[in-house]
């Protein structure tokens, strides 16, 4: 059980510097709504890690193959993904209301939403789930299948992540008041940018399993 353990630490710790969408999010959020917005956003997106790896450990293998032959589902998750950035990106708000956001007003902040936003923006992302099942199918056997085993696992896994996260936050609220509304609409839009390129990037993971059959079937002309 130790050894599991001191497995699974280096995993957790390492998935929580993955450069994605959620990464950027959780700085902006933390950087923007304060310390307790960032981790209320944070729980929503372990809760989609907690959804995902349940789909992986309980239908692993008809997920791993729906993933595989179906496209489709990278093109909704990237699509989505990318009007979102593009909202982001194109949302105007006057500068004079932008330095409202670097008050401490929590009573102001919609938890809930940020919960929901923090699920769904894991959740859309196929890659995710696809991580999940790969680490399910590649670590599965050596912890011998044992449910205890595997709950424990992926529990320090994801207790690793959000106590590492609780560290971003920590230090990205430093940056708070060194920030201006030009900031603020700077980073806004940086991260529109960068969902869009996100977006893009997971639609495009879409066409892969087309080519692979378009060269096989060349190949055995």
């Avoid at 981790?39 to 789909?55: E, K, R």
Wanted: charged letters at 20%.
């Amino acid at each position: 059980m130790i050894e599991d353990i001191l497995t699974a630490i280096p995993i957790g710790f390492g998935l929580a510097f993955m450069i994605g969408p959620v990464f950027f999010m959780l700085i902006q959020t933390s950087i923007l709504k304060g310390a307790r917005a960032a981790i209320i956003f944070d729980v929503g997106v372990i809760l989609a890690d907690i959804v995902f790896i349940l789909f992986a450990y309980y239908g692993s293998h008809k997920v791993l193959l729906k993933i595989k032959d179906d496209p489709n589902l990278f093109f909704i998750g990237g699509g989505i993904l990318f009007v979102y950035g593009l909202r982001i990106f194109l949302q105007k708000k006057a500068i004079k209301n932008t330095i409202n956001e670097l008050g401490d007003l929590p009573e102001k902040n919609n938890y809930f939403g940020l919960f929901i936003k923090g699920f769904f923006l894991n959740f859309i992302n196929v890659g995710v789930l696809t991580f999940w099942l790969l680490l399910i199918v590649g670590i599965g056997p050596s912890l011998d299948m044992d449910e205890s085993r595997i709950f424990w696992f992926f529990t320090v896994i994801l207790i690793a992540y959000f106590i590492t996260d609780i560290g971003k936050i920590v230090l990205a609220k430093q940056l708070r008041k060194k920030l201006t509304p030009n900031v603020i609409l700077k980073i806004k839009r940086g991260m529109g940018i960068l969902l869009m390129i996100f977006g893009l990037a997971l639609i495009s993971k879409g066409f892969i399993p087309q080519e692979r059959m378009d060269n096989f079937i060349e190949n055995r002309r």
